[in-house]
C-alpha cells in the first residue's frame, strides 16, 4: 500500500509537473499570441496612416489640378479679352489710318487751294502795283 502511495504521489508529482509544464506553455503560447496581436495592432495602425496620408495626397493632388484648372480658366479668359482689346486696336488704328488719309487728302487740297489764292494775290498784288505806277 505504501508502495502503491508513492506510486501515487510520484503520478501526482508527474502529473502536477506535466500541468506545470502545460501551464507554462499556455503562458508562452498566450504571450506569443498577445506579441502577435500588438504586432498586428501596429501594422494596422501603420496601413491606416499610409491610407490616411494617401488620400491627403490625392485629396492634394486633385486640389492642385483644380487649381490648375482655374488659372488656365482664368489665363484663357485674359487672352479672349486681350484679343479682343487688340482686334478693337486694331479696328480703331484701320478706322485713324482712314481718318488720316483723308485728312491729309483733304490738308493736300487746301494746301493746293491756298497756293492758287496766294499765287492769285502775288499776281493780283503785281497788277495793283502795275496800275498804280
Known sequence: MKMKFQDLMKSKTELQ????????????VSKAMIELQIENTKLQEVVHNDKFNSNAKLLHAENDV???????????EAI?????KLRTALDDKKEIEIEFVALKKNFLSLQTDFDQEKAKNDNLGLELINLMN
Do not use: F, M, T, Y
Open 80 to 84: 479672349q479679352d486681350l484679343q479682343d
Open 66 to 76: 483644380l487649381e490648375a484648372n482655374l488659372k488656365e480658366e482664368r489665363a484663357a
Open 17 to 28: 509537473g506535466g500541468l506545470i509544464e502545460s501551464e507554462e506553455e499556455k503562458l508562452k
